[in-house]
């Protein structure tokens, strides 16, 4: 997938949250450099751990 695509689809889960401008450009901007800062390994390894630990905490 391309960073382009994954953005898209990331606007269209903004867009179903209600997010307004201010929050979907925030999110827009730390995922463009998270797509500069992890390999798609990275990312996916830790995301999913953080996200397992945020379940935890419950």
Avoid: I, V
């Amino acid at each position: 997938m391309k960073n382009r695509q994954a953005l898209g689809y990331m606007l269209l889960a903004c867009k179903e949250l209600g997010f307004n401008r201010e929050q979907a450009d925030k999110l827009y901007d730390a995922m463009y450099e998270a797509f500069d800062e992890h390999t798609e390994e990275e990312a996916e390894q830790q995301g999913h751990e953080w996200f397992s630990r945020l379940e935890d905490t419950k």
